[in-house]
Nanobody, 123 residues
Framework: QVQLVESGGGLVQPGGSLRLSCAASENIINTYCMTWFRQGPGKGLEGVAYIENAGEIEYDVYVKGRFTISKDTAKSTLYLQMNSLKPEDTAKYLC?????????????????WGQGTQVTVSS
């Protein structure tokens, strides 16, 4: 059973930066679609960014230009660099994996999930 473990969350002021990590128990980074989702207070899951196994990348419109998704296959780790953070970015961030193509809008299609890491943007 593949496991995903997120880290790197915390409290940050508006305009600040954080780097999230998602470590996989097996090296699925190059064979699975890897995606970051988030769930804000009182909201459903929303896709933030994905990276296909072949390397294609897509971002949600609300984070494009501020967030960067990347992966290190040697370390079996997915990253999310978040810059210029806003209070509305406050959420639990989860990484997820699935075989096949990535989708930002269909979290139900993902079979492997981490437990999440909390990001709070507040002054």
């Amino acid at each position: 059973q593949v496991q995903l473990v997120e880290s790197g969350g915390g409290l940050v002021q508006p305009g600040g930066s954080l780097r999230l990590s998602c470590a996989a128990s097996e090296n699925i980074i190059n064979t699975y679609c890897m995606t970051w989702f988030r769930q804000g207070p009182g909201k459903g899951l929303e896709g933030v960014a994905y990276i296909e196994n072949a390397g294609e990348i897509e971002y949600d419109v609300y984070v494009k230009g501020r967030f960067t998704i990347s992966k290190d296959t040697a370390k079996s780790t997915l990253y999310l660099q978040m810059n210029s953070l806003k209070p509305e970015d406050t959420a639990k961030y989860l990484c997820a994996a699935r075989l096949g193509h990535c989708y930002l809008n269909f979290p139900g299609d993902y079979s492997v999930w981490g437990q999440g890491t909390q990001v709070t943007v507040s002054s």
